[in-house]
């Protein structure tokens, strides 16, 4: 299993009113931290924060993918799944950094069979965080997803513990493998480490009551929700579902990358005018 990344001294910090993002272009292009009037709202550390999913999002069934009558096999992080992608655990190279935005950019390469590359934008506003990622082939077509894996703490030490709200239209009913095994059925309650539907896009809600409400909102069609630990829940907006590449693949070409997008929007409790400050 590939260790987490560390931390990188070569930090972008982004800054809009009250908001302040940090990326780790070296720790695998995550966004490291995210804070609203000084109320951190993503949990930090190594593998934490929000990490880029890409070419594939979630559990990839026995580390292998299927593609034109060829199999290519993945180091299996999630025994016996490989998991994630190929992308959050190596550097990232900054095309462009500004104080509000950045942009950084991936190649692809080994393990990952097909020459392309991955580019993420981050742009900060003083109520939101817009994110987007695209994937492009630099020849041979292959399929690819994209995604975010963010972890949201639950107790932001203001305010009551995190809420999650959503309507989708289906869950991808879960096998003894955690793979989606082909059914859609009626959402469940959770606790979830499942996929979700949303065919009109992504839209959830996480309210801290009390704190802070963060909408999320993505052009992608599937969610998973992760909220089993006691102090973490994510909220992960991907193209498709886990071991999509497989079973619904999104081919790329040249002339036809794959571009996601997710807005994160934030806002005081009702009646608490100055977003300056959270009580």
């Known amino acids: ?30 966004l490291a931290a995210l804070s609203v009037a000084g109320v951190e709202l993503l949990m930090p550390g190594a593998g934490f924060g929000s990490f880029p999913m890409a070419p594939w999002c979630g559990r990839l069934a026995g580390g292998v993918l299927r593609s034109a009558g060829r199999f290519h096999r993945f180091p299996r992080e999630a025994p016996p799944h490989a998991i994630h992608g190929t992308v959050r655990n190596s550097p990232w190279r900054v095309v462009r950094a500004a104080a509000d935005s950045a942009l950084l950019e991936h190649g692809l390469g080994a393990p990952w069979p097909f020459a392309g590359r991955v580019t993420q934008e981050f742009a900060l506003s003083p109520s939101c965080l817009r994110l987007a990622m695209t994937v492009e082939s630099h020849g041979e077509p292959f ?35 955690h793979l989606p095994t082909g059914r859609r059925i009626a959402p469940r309650e959770g606790p979830w480490d499942d996929c979700f539907g949303m065919p009109d896009g992504v839209a959830v809600t996480v309210d801290w009551p009390g704190a802070l409400t963060l909408e999320i909102t993505s052009s992608a069609r599937w969610v998973v929700i992760y909220d089993e630990p006691a102090e973490a829940l994510c909220v992960e907006p991907q193209s498709g579902p886990p071991n999509g590449l497989n079973t619904l693949p999104r081919p790329v070409t040249p002339r036809s ?23």
Do not use: I
């Not at 299993?1 to 292009?29: E, F, I, Q, Y």
């Not at 997803?145 to 289906?170: I, K, N, S, Y």
């Not at 990358?257 to 009702?270: D, F, G, N, Q, Y």
């Open 143 to 177: 399929p690819a997803q994209a995604g975010w894996h963010p972890w949201f703490r639950r107790d932001l030490g203001t305010g009551g513990p995190a809420e999650l709200r959503l309507a989708a239209a289906w869950q991808e009913e879960r096998g003894p493998d």
């Open 1 to 30: 299993m590939h260790d987490a990344p560390t931390a990188s001294p070569d930090l972008l910090t982004l800054n809009a009113g009250p908001a302040v993002a940090v990326v780790d272009p070296a720790g695998g292009g995550r």
């Open 257 to 279: 990358p794959l571009t996601v997008t997710s807005t994160w929007h934030w806002s005081p409790p009702a009646g608490q005018a100055d977003e300056g400050q959270l009580r």
